[in-house]
T-cell receptor, first 112, second 114 residues
Framework: EDQVTQSPEALRLQEGESSSLNCSYTVSGLRGLFWYRQDPGKGPEFLFTLYSAGEEKEKERLKATLTKKESFLHITAPKPEDSATYLCAVQASSGGSYIPTFGRGTSLIVHP | GAGVSQSPRYKVAKRGQDVALRCDPISGHVSLFWYQQALGQGPEFLTYFQNEAQLDKSGLPSDRFFAERPEGSVSTLKIQRTQQEDSAVYLC????????????FGPGTRLTVT
């Protein structure tokens, strides 16, 4: 069974204080790992897809990296508007199923 | 362009009532997913369509849950004889590709069963 564990559950940062969120996964062959951002009362918003170990993607203050067992979402010099819940999901390559498995998310609050 | 829309945004149902939740995906998107999200949790898979074909419904909690996408566009999730444990946010997502990797979510329908 595919599993995704995100840590920490909650993170409070001061504006400008860089940090990283972790997503550990167990999957029978990785098709893709996805990061989403979810604001309160809204649906998740797609951020990145990573396909293979060593791959990195960047968008503004966010950079996602991938190893064979985990992914990190690095946030550089965060701003209050980066406050949100960040979700990680994995999609397995075996069995022909396209069902993603989501983690519980990390709730990030950035204080001004 | 227009994103995924869902209606209603909020629904209050009395226990035992039937409800229907609608999803309008992004035009031309092949794949459509329904998820259930409880407070503080990630989305949990319910069912998945590729065009009008329902390819997987293994996540539907019981036979009270039914989903359809008859013309390969709009989808409806129906819950019969609602129970309190059905209270949650129901999310719809669509993807332009058949492998459904990158998904675009609607705002969700918050269902409260009293």
């Amino acid at each position: 069974e595919d599993q995704v564990t995100q840590s920490p559950e909650a993170l409070r940062l001061q504006e400008g204080e860089s940090s990283s969120l972790n997503c550990s996964y167990t999957v029978s062959g990785l098709r893709g790992l996805f990061w989403y951002r979810q604001d309160p009362g809204k649906g998740p918003e797609f951020l990145f897809t990573l396909y293979s170990a060593g791959e990195e993607k960047e968008k503004e203050r966010l950079k996602a990296t991938l190893t064979k067992k985990e992914s990190f979402l690095h946030i550089t010099a965060p701003k209050p508007e980066d406050s949100a819940t960040y979700l990680c999901a994995v999609q397995a390559s075996s069995g022909g199923s396209y069902i993603p498995t989501f983690g519980r998310g990390t709730s990030l609050i950035v204080h001004p | 362009g227009a994103g995924v829309s869902q209606s209603p945004r909020y629904k209050v149902a009395k226990r035992g009532q039937d409800v229907a939740l609608r999803c309008d995906p992004i035009s031309g998107h092949v794949s459509l997913f329904w998820y259930q999200q409880a407070l503080g949790q990630g989305p949990e898979f319910l069912t998945y369509f590729q065009n009008e074909a329902q390819l997987d419904k293994s996540g539907l909690p019981s036979d009270r849950f039914f989903a359809e996408r008859p013309e390969g566009s709009v989808s409806t999730l129906k819950i019969q004889r609602t129970q309190q444990e059905d209270s949650a946010v129901y999310l719809c997502a669509s993807s332009p590709s058949s492998d459904a990797g990158e998904q675009y979510f609607g705002p969700g329908t918050r269902l409260t069963v009293t």
